[in-house]
Each structure stands twice: as C-alpha cells, then as structure tokens.
C-alpha cells in the first residue's frame, strides 16, 4: 500500500430495514426519454432507484447492470453487505437534509458560481484517472452533482458512464459527456442498485464524506466492480475548514458559554487506507492535497459553503447561529488567519483515494529472502565498470 499522508471518519448512517421490492414498472416520460421507476413499499421509498438516460446519451441503458425485480432487502444484504456483523453503524448525518440542501444548490440561478472548488478536484481525479493506460466500458460517478467528473471525461478514457446521485434537481443539472453515452441513475450511496462484477470504473468527486456508513459503502462499491478495476475517489479530510470551526467554538463559547458543532465531521487520513483494506481493496494509494481559497470575510465562506451544498448536515447541528455569535466569530477569523490585504483563508483539505478490486493477475510483493542484490550494494550501480 502507498500511502503520502492518510486520514478516516467515524462513519456512520443506518442501513436499509426490512422490506421488500414490489416490483419494477417500465414507461416512457412525455418528452420520450426511456425510464426505469423501481416501486417500493414505504418503508425503502427514500432508497428508490430513478434511472433515465440523459438527453445526450447515444446508447441504451443496460438492465443488466442493476439488481433484478422480484428480490428481498435480506438478500440484498447478501449481496452488498454494509460493516462487518455486530458493528455498530452511527448515525451523524441527516440524509434527508442532504438531499434537500443539494437539490436547493441546484435550483439557484448563479448555482455555476460555486463550482469553482468541485471543478478543480474534479480535474485533479480525473488527473489520476489519466495515469491509467485502460480504456473502461462501464464506468460509474458515485455522487456525481452537477457532473463535475463529466466536463474531463474523454472518449478515449471511457465507453459509458452513469451518473449517480441523491438528489434529482442535480441529475437535472449535470454536465453529460461529449461523444459519450451518459445516463443518470437516482440513488442513495448507501445503496447501490448495481449487480456485484459488473462495472469497471467507480469513480467519486466530493460526496462520501456525507455517508454515514462508509465503510458499507466501500463494500458494495468493492462487490460492484469488475476484477483488477479501480475505484478512485475524493474527499474532505478532517482538516477542512479549521480556520471556520476554531473562530465559530470560540467566539460561541466567549458569548455562550459553550459551543455546538457547526462543522461536520470529516473522515481522518490516518485511517483511510484501513478503510479501503477493510472493503476488500488492494494495491492502494491514499495521497493528501490542501486547496486554500482566500475570500473577503467570514460570511462569504459561509454563503458559497451554502452554495456548494456543503452546508451542515448532520443530526447534532445547531439551527441557530446568534447575530453577535457570528460578528464575534468574524472579527476572531480575521485576527487570527487574516491576510495583510484584508481577505481571509479557507482551507480545503482533500484526500484522494485509489483502491483496486484483487486479482490473479496483479503484480504481488516477491517472497521474502529473493532478492538478488543487497542494499549496501547501491552506490555502486551508478559506477562506470
């Protein structure tokens, strides 16, 4: 394992309960896109899967991709099972204020204004996707928003490509692929509707640091994926945002007397690659990046946080946030971390994630005692016999 500089979340969400597909109705929408609607009974509405191809998409959607009608939840778990048995999952994040915030995000009139940060990791994945010499026939962008992943997406990479997301005011919205078929799938990542072995390329951009059961979500994205495929991802490490949550705590705690989190938890590097270990995953390679935004004050970061949809989510946030509360938190950010021309610094700490599905044919470490030159050999290859 490869690993520059590593970090993990406490993670967390509640797996689907008890219930069963009732079973999967086929129509065509009003404007002629050919649609998928599983119907499920009330109690696993909110994990109902909405797939439609997008307008640009120049090929059909492959059933075969997606777990079959007539299956029950128990299943479903044999297939795509979350943590190990007897583990504790916990609940941080309100999935379903998630969704609405993303879909809110979507719906603004300058919503493309707060791209500025996505875009820019988009690319820097799409970056190491460019690393692999392969070109991969099935490939699936896990929380795919506006379709960040998709403006660096080039034929020569990939065939087809499914966008999926929780929110469909964002699958509304996002970018397609040029010259690529792209179709775009409505589902939660804590549960993926895809069969195990057929996809070749996962891909995430900025959307697993609000699982609450990611190691589960590792899981099913391992048990989805080809063998010897990649899955390569992106997320918030627990550095993010340090300069907003000290000025918040103590400004809140001089005025309040105590403090609530108002910054989600984010996943630690240090245990990321037990994580993906943990899914099944080989041959990793975790690597840490810093994207520091300067903006003129403290309430700018808060408004584009808004924009971005990376507004607070989860269940122990505070709703209100007191007037003198946020002045003092201002004025303690701008002494603190202030620039000398007046802006302050945000920083963004990402952490990109590469994990492979195994296989017999990967390159394995040599058996311990083979090797046929000694270190303390070295210095002397570069000398000119």
């Not at 988009?122 to 460019?130: G, K």
């Not at 403090?259 to 993906?276: C, E, K, M, Q, W």
């Not at 975790?286 to 989860?314: F, Q």
């Not at 044919?361 to 311990?368: F, G, I, L, S």
Request: charged share 25%.
């Amino acid at each position: 394992m490869c690993i520059h500089t590593c970090t993990m979340a406490v993670n967390i969400g509640k797996l689907f309960r008890h219930a069963t597909w009732r079973k999967l109705t086929r129509y065509r929408s009003q404007s002629g896109v050919r649609r998928l609607h599983g119907v499920l009974n009330p109690q696993v509405q909110r994990y109902n899967a909405l797939l439609s191809s997008s307008q640009c998409g120049c090929g059909r959607m492959s059933e075969s991709l997606f777990q079959r009608p007539e299956i029950s939840m128990s299943s479903v778990r044999l297939m795509h099972p979350g943590s190990p048995k007897g583990e504790g999952i916990m609940n941080v994040f309100d999935r379903k204020t998630k969704r609405l915030q993303r879909n809110r995000a979507a719906l603004l009139e300058d919503a493309h204004v707060y791209d500025y940060l996505k875009d820019e990791v988009a690319f820097r994945v799409s970056d190491r996707l460019r690393d692999i010499t392969r070109k991969f026939p099935v490939a699936v962008d896990l929380g795919c928003g506006k379709g960040h992943l998709a403006k660096y997406m080039q034929d020569d990479m990939i065939e087809s490509l499914y966008q999926c997301d929780v929110s469909e005011k964002m699958l509304e919205t996002s970018s397609s692929c040029e010259n690529i078929p792209t179709f775009r799938v409505k589902c939660d990542e804590e549960f993926l509707p895809f069969k195990e072995n057929s996809l070749d390329l996962v891909i995430s951009s900025l959307s697993l640091h609000w699982v609450n059961d990611l190691p589960g979500a590792l899981r099913q994205v391992n048990l989805c994926l080809k063998k010897d495929s990649p899955f390569i991802g992106a997320m918030f490490g627990g550095d993010t945002l340090f300069e907003l949550r000290c000025s918040l705590q103590l400004a809140e705690t001089e005025r309040e007397g105590g403090f609530a989190p108002h910054i989600s938890p984010f996943t630690d590097v240090r245990d990321i690659g037990n994580l993906l270990t943990r899914a099944g995953f080989n041959l990793l390679t975790v690597d840490i990046d810093e994207i520091t935004v300067n903006y003129p004050s403290m309430y700018e970061v808060m408004y584009d946080l808004k924009g971005m949809a990376e507004n607070n989510a989860a269940w122990s946030r505070k709703l209100l946030l007191h007037r003198d509360t946020m002045m003092a938190a201002a004025a303690i950010y701008k002494d603190m971390y202030g620039n000398e021309d007046g802006s302050v610094p945000a920083t963004f700490q990402i952490l990109y994630l590469i994990g492979w599905k195994p296989d017999d044919t990967q390159p394995k470490p040599a058996k311990r005692g083979s090797a046929t030159v000694s270190m303390k050999d070295l210095e002397s290859l570069n000398q000119v016999k």
